[in-house]
């Protein structure tokens, strides 16, 4: 079974503060995701990366940036971290595949920044 | 651009009774379709996939969904609800274009409460 796991489960941090939130995949995926979760807005996509190195931004990277050093590594950075960054987050994991391949969620970070 | 939509925000059922979430998705050729399933803290869990064959495709925890080209849609289905299938689920569809290598795109989710 794939497995996607994610450092913490739960993070609290201050204002300002620089957060790390990283995500770890045992199956050898090429691609990886961030998405935050939040109530009524459904799990929207911050950044995403196919390859080593590479990055895309999603609907939302404002405010956050990302690094993907080791294939199955996938890291989300808050440069600043706001209150309106408290949020569910939560990374996955697919092989490519033109039209959509199945991602492999880890279990979510529940970040709250005081 | 594709979208998918799921109208209901919450429902509730009684335990023991037949459970159809709906999903609609907007997109002109067959789309890869998807159910996850999110139990109360914690990660999305893949029901089901639908990739091209047969329109009526089973999924674990006694799932199934229909896809119905005509009417782009993706309903799920289990003729039996259990008290342990409250939860999230989502309704998914692949990203179709040129450079898409994997996205998906969600729907907001339906909330699932289910009465004793």
């Known amino acids: 079974d794939v497995k996607v796991t994610q450092s913490s489960r739960y993070l609290v941090k201050r204002t300002g503060e620089k957060v790390f939130l990283e995500c770890v995949q045992d199956?050898?995926?090429?691609?990886m995701f961030w998405y935050r979760q939040d109530p009524g807005l459904g799990l929207r996509l911050i950044y995403f990366?196919?390859?080593?190195?590479?990055?895309e931004k999603g609907d939302i990277p404002e405010g956050y940036s990302v690094s993907r050093e080791k294939k199955e590594r996938f890291s989300l950075i808050l440069e600043s971290a706001s209150t309106n960054q408290t949020s569910m987050y939560l990374c996955?994991?697919?092989?490519?595949?033109?039209?959509?391949?199945?991602?492999?969620f880890g279990d979510g970070t529940r970040l709250s920044i005081l | 651009a594709q979208s998918v939509t799921q109208p209901d925000i919450h429902i509730t059922v009684s335990e023991g009774a037949s459970l159809e979430l709906r999903c609609n998705y907007s997109y002109g050729a067959t789309p890869y379709l998807f159910w996850y399933v999110q139990s109360p803290g914690q990660g999305l869990q893949l029901l089901l996939k639908y990739f091209s064959g047969d329109t009526l495709v089973q999924g674990i925890k006694g799932f199934e969904a229909e896809f119905k080209r005509s009417q782009s849609s993706f309903n799920l289905r289990k003729p039996s609800v259990h008290w342990s299938d409250a939860a999230e689920y989502f309704c998914a569809v692949g990203e179709q274009y040129g450079g898409s290598q994997g996205n998906l795109i969600f729907g907001k989710g339906t909330k699932l409460s289910v009465k004793p």
């Open positions: 199956m050898d995926h090429e691609n």
């Open positions: 990366s196919y390859d080593v190195k590479m990055k």
């Open positions: 996955a994991s697919s092989i490519p595949g033109q039209g959509g391949q199945p991602q492999h």
